[in-house]
């Protein structure tokens, strides 16, 4: 079977700070991860996705990810937050089909 | 990257009458489609997959016969929403793969949703 849990519902940082979003997988074989993003009423845009290969995967908007096999986790990182980033995240894990975390919903306070 | 249309963004019917929402995946071919359904601060569900030429295969606990997919060319699926009832007001997202869409592993690109709205 394979899982994704992103333990934090919603998290709340102020502009220009750092971000860490979490997620952690259950799966039987190598894992394809996924990072997109979902703006209110949107679709999901692709963040970043790591196959193989080097464990800390750089994506657009600034985010990066990193590959932690051992705790079997794909957090996502920012290192300083725009307001634009306000947007709910979700870790993705490509077995058999692709099955998606709850969510974490990102404030930016000003 | 790959840009997947979805058409139309938000619709409002009456009960019992049938909605169809069309995904296009506009600068690559998409062998493979997917339907998910999105409830409110929630997470997206699998609810079909469809491959080009083939029948879908719906994930469990999906009614097929209220949901008809159907994904009769490599660019375009479409979902058909059939006696639509006030709890089949969702957010349907569609997503496409094709061979290649990122250096050999497929990759889903998901359009834009489509809010259905019951009435």
């Known amino acids: 079977a394979q899982s994704v849990t992103q333990p934090d519902i919603h998290i709340t940082v102020s502009e220009g700070a750092s971000l860490e979003l979490r997620c952690n997988y259950s799966y039987g074989a190598t894992p394809y991860l996924f990072w997109y993003v979902q703006s209110p009423g949107q679709g999901l845009q692709l963040l970043l996705k790591y196959f193989s290969g080097d464990t800390l995967v750089q994506g657009i908007k600034g985010f990066e990810a990193e590959f932690k096999r051992s705790q079997s986790s794909f957090n996502l990182r920012k290192p300083s937050v725009h307001w634009s980033d306000a947007a709910e995240y979700f870790c993705?894990?490509?077995?058999?089909?692709?099955?998606f975390g709850a969510g974490t919903i990102l404030r930016v306070k000003s | 990257g790959a840009v997947v249309s979805q058409h139309p963004s938000r619709v409002i019917c009456k009960s019992g009458t049938s909605v169809k929402i069309e995904c296009r995946s506009l600068d690559f071919q998409a062998t493979t489609m997917f339907w998910y359904r999105q409830f409110p601060k929630q997470s997206l569900m699998l609810m079909a997959t469809s491959n080009e030429g083939s029948k879908a295969t719906y994930e469990q606990g999906v009614e097929k016969d209220k949901f008809l997919i159907n994904h009769a060319s490599l660019t375009l699926s479409t979902l058909t929403v059939t006696s639509a009832h006030p709890e089949d007001s969702s957010f349907y997202i569609c997503?496409?793969?094709?061979?290649?869409?990122?250096?050999?592993?497929?990759?889903?690109?998901f359009g834009a949703g489509t809010r259905l709205s019951v009435l």
């Open positions: 997503s496409a793969s094709g061979p290649g869409t990122s250096g050999g592993m497929d990759i889903q690109y």
């Open positions: 993705a894990l490509r077995g058999n089909k692709l099955v």
